[in-house]
C-alpha cells in the first residue's frame, strides 16, 4: 500500500529492553517529523505497555515481547504484544488506580498514561494466552 510503512521487532522480556522499544519507536516515528512532545507522548504510552507485559503479561519471567509499528498516512499505529497470562477483565485493569501488583508498587497507571498519550487505545487479551495493545497516534504536523 503507498503512503505506508512497517517495522515489527521482537525481544526479550528484560526491563533494559524497555528503553530499545521507546528508542525503536521514536526512530520509526521520525519519517512523519513529529514535535519533541509527540516523540516523548509515544515513548510514554509504549514504555508503559512494554512495562505492562514484563511485570504482569511475563510476571517477571524472560519471554518474548513483539512490537509491531505500522504508519500509514500521518497516522502511527502501534502493537505491543506478550503471550503471558492474559487479563481476566480487561476493562477493569484498565480503570485508573487498578493494579494487581500493589506489592511491586504499581501505581495501576499504566493504561490511563496510554490513554492520555495516544489518541486511540484498545487491548485484546485471553487469560493463559496473552495481550496485545493497540494504540493509535496521529503525527499533527
Known sequence: ???????????????????????????????????????????????????????HGYEGEVHKIELCCRLQGRELFVDVRDEGVGIPDVEKAMEPMFTTKPEKDRSGMGFTFMEAFMDEVSVESRVGMGTTVHMKKIIRR
Open 1 to 55: 500500500m503507498e503512503n505506508t510503512n512497517e517495522m515489527t521487532i521482537i525481544f526479550d522480556s528484560r526491563p533494559v529492553n524497555e528503553g530499545l522499544a521507546r528508542v525503536a519507536v521514536a526512530a520509526f516515528c521520525t519519517q512523519l517529523n513529529p514535535t519533541l512532545e509527540e516523540v516523548a507522548d509515544l515513548k510514554t504510552a509504549v514504555s508503559e505497555a512494554v512495562t505492562n507485559c514484563i511485570i
